[in-house]
Protein backbone atom coordinates (compact mmCIF):
# COMPACT_ATOMS: atom_id res chain seq x y z
CA UNK A 1 0.00 0.00 0.00
CA UNK A 2 1.40 3.65 -1.29
CA UNK A 3 1.59 5.61 2.08
CA UNK A 4 0.25 8.94 2.28
CA UNK A 5 4.15 10.40 2.74
CA UNK A 6 5.25 8.69 -0.48
CA UNK A 7 1.96 10.02 -2.19
CA UNK A 8 2.09 13.52 -1.08
CA UNK A 9 6.09 13.43 -1.91
CA UNK A 10 4.84 12.31 -5.71
CA UNK A 11 1.89 14.34 -6.57
CA UNK A 12 4.44 17.74 -4.88
CA UNK A 13 7.33 16.85 -7.08
CA UNK A 14 4.47 16.76 -10.32
CA UNK A 15 2.74 19.62 -9.13
CA UNK A 16 -0.62 17.47 -8.87
CA UNK A 17 -3.29 18.12 -6.25
CA UNK A 18 -4.51 14.84 -6.23
CA UNK A 19 -4.50 11.64 -7.91
CA UNK A 20 -5.28 8.29 -7.57
CA UNK A 21 -1.89 6.24 -7.16
CA UNK A 22 -2.24 2.53 -6.39
CA UNK A 23 0.47 0.10 -5.78
CA UNK A 24 0.07 -0.81 -10.02
CA UNK A 25 -0.10 2.49 -10.70
CA UNK A 26 2.90 3.18 -13.46
CA UNK A 27 4.82 6.19 -14.15
CA UNK A 28 3.37 6.79 -17.20
CA UNK A 29 -0.06 6.77 -15.94
CA UNK A 30 0.63 9.97 -13.96
CA UNK A 31 -0.15 13.15 -15.35
CA UNK A 32 3.60 15.16 -15.87
CA UNK A 33 5.57 11.93 -14.72
CA UNK A 34 8.08 11.63 -17.88
CA UNK A 35 11.47 10.93 -17.89
CA UNK A 36 13.14 14.19 -16.28
CA UNK A 37 10.18 14.67 -13.84
CA UNK A 38 11.39 10.63 -13.19
CA UNK A 39 14.65 11.85 -11.90
CA UNK A 40 13.10 14.74 -9.74
CA UNK A 41 10.66 12.03 -8.40
CA UNK A 42 13.88 9.53 -7.08
CA UNK A 43 15.52 12.48 -6.06
CA UNK A 44 12.20 13.73 -4.03
CA UNK A 45 11.44 10.56 -1.99
CA UNK A 46 15.29 9.95 -1.62
CA UNK A 47 15.58 13.66 0.30
CA UNK A 48 11.99 13.05 1.79
CA UNK A 49 13.39 9.58 3.57
CA UNK A 50 17.07 9.97 3.85
CA UNK A 51 17.92 7.18 1.97
CA UNK A 52 19.94 6.37 -1.31
CA UNK A 53 18.90 4.43 -4.45
CA UNK A 54 21.22 2.73 -6.09
CA UNK A 55 20.92 2.97 -10.27
CA UNK A 56 19.87 -0.21 -10.55
CA UNK A 57 17.21 -0.14 -7.53
CA UNK A 58 15.65 2.71 -9.69
CA UNK A 59 15.90 0.73 -12.95
CA UNK A 60 14.07 -2.57 -11.92
CA UNK A 61 11.00 -0.09 -10.44
CA UNK A 62 7.98 -1.35 -12.99
CA UNK A 63 5.12 0.92 -10.65
CA UNK A 64 5.16 2.89 -7.76
CA UNK A 65 4.04 -0.06 -5.22
CA UNK A 66 7.58 -1.03 -6.10
CA UNK A 67 8.95 2.10 -5.01
CA UNK A 68 7.13 1.98 -1.99
CA UNK A 69 8.68 -1.71 -1.00
CA UNK A 70 12.21 0.41 -1.76
CA UNK A 71 11.53 2.92 -0.06
CA UNK A 72 10.06 -0.06 3.00
CA UNK A 73 13.59 -1.76 2.36
CA UNK A 74 15.81 1.11 2.92
CA UNK A 75 13.97 2.80 5.90
CA UNK A 76 12.72 -0.53 8.27
Known amino acids: MISDRLKKTILN ?6 F ?4 DTRADEVPGW ?3 NHINV ?3 VENEYKV ?3 NI ?4 LKNIGDLQKLV ?5
Open 13 to 18: VLHLED
Open 20 to 23: EIQD
Open 34 to 36: DSL
Open 42 to 44: ILA
Open 52 to 54: RFK
Open 57 to 60: EVLK
Open 72 to 76: DSKTN
